[in-house]
């Protein structure tokens, strides 16, 4: 049976809840992601930021704010004061098909896997698809 383990990406890009709202959308911007867990100094899991989470807290562009000003809010904002700690995580040992299904019935674009309180890696459902893609790949008998 696989497992959460066999599927997750163990080298996650985190911050810590006192990191600001304009380091977030600069990391989310870079390194082309959705989702950054948000973690203490040991790595305990403390909650997640999404890309939905950072647009509810930007001001609107029709609010006629410039980027430099929108930046200088931004670096006011702690994530702590913006992150989600309602999440569902999930285990190594959480099956495949479990996380799938909490992706899906709950619409979640990802679950943090944590190991006794510490986060050891992310599934997302971009994970999800590679696996799709490389199963059709394997049963694509042409």
């Given at each position: ?14 911050l ?11 990391m989310?911007?870079l ?6 867990p948000i973690?203490?100094n ?5 909650g ?9 807290a ?13 930046d ?10 913006i ?17 799938a ?5 709950h619409k979640?674009?990802c679950?943090?896997?944590v190991d ?6 992310i599934i997302?459902e971009?994970?999800?698809l ?5 199963l059709?790949?394997m049963l694509?008998?042409?």
């Open positions: 049976m696989l497992t959460v383990n066999d599927l997750m990406t163990r080298d996650v890009f985190t810590r809840g006192t990191d600001t709202l304009k380091t977030a959308r600069s989310m911007s390194a082309r992601i959705r989702h950054i973690v203490s040991s790595m305990k899991f403390m997640l930021l999404t890309h939905r989470d950072i647009l509810a930007t001001l609107s562009q029709f609010a006629d704010v410039d980027r430099k000003t929108q200088e809010i931004d670096s006011g904002i702690p994530i702590r004061e992150m989600r700690t309602d999440v569902t995580a999930v285990t190594p040992e959480t099956p495949l098909q479990e996380a299904e909490l992706l899906l019935h979640y674009g679950l943090p896997v006794n309180d510490e986060l050891v890696g997302t971009a994970d999800f590679k696996l799709t893609i490389r059709m790949d694509d008998l042409d």
